[in-house]
Nanobody
C-alpha cells in the first residue's frame, strides 16, 4: 500500500531554516507528481509546493522564493527546504501524492498523505 513518511519539522525562530523529507513506498514514485500541503488552525489546507514527475516545480505565492521542493527518484524521497521562515508558516505540513497538478499549483488532486509534521515558527 502507499506509504508516505515525513521527517523534519520542529520549532524554529523566525528567519531560520527547516528541511523536511518524505520517504515514499508502495508505488512507482518517479511517475507521480508530489507536493507539500499545510494546514494551519483556522485556515484552509493549501498546497505550498508541487513537483511534477518530470521535475517542474510550482509554489504558492506566500512561499515563493523562500521554499524549495525537490525529489530524488533514486531514493523515492521528496524534500522541502524552507528558508526565511515566518510565524505565518506555522502549520502541520503533509507530504502528498498528487494524481494531477497544473503548472502553477492552482489546481491539483491529492490522493495519499503522510501523517503530517508540526512546524512552529516563533517570532
Amino acid at each position: 500500500q502507499v506509504q508516505l513518511v515525513e521527517s523534519g519539522g520542529g520549532l524554529v525562530q523566525a528567519g531560520g531554516p527547516l528541511r523536511h523529507s518524505c520517504a515514499a513506498s508502495g508505488f512507482t514514485f518517479s511517475t507521480y507528481a508530489m507536493g507539500w500541503l499545510r494546514h494551519a488552525p483556522g485556515k484552509e489546507r493549501e498546497l505550498v509546493a508541487g513537483i511534477s514527475s518530470s521535475g517542474h516545480t510550482c509554489y504558492a505565492a506566500s512561499v515563493k522564493g523562500r521554499f524549495t521542493i525537490s525529489r530524488d527518484n533514486g531514493k523515492n524521497t521528496l524534500y522541502l527546504q524552507m528558508n526565511s521562515l515566518e510565524p505565518e508558516d506555522t502549520a502541520v505540513y503533509y507530504c502528498a501524492r498528487l494524481s494531477s497538478l497544473n503548472a502553477d499549483c492552482g489546481n491539483y488532486l491529492d490522493d495519499n498523505w503522510g501523517q503530517g509534521i508540526q512546524v512552529t515558527v516563533s517570532s
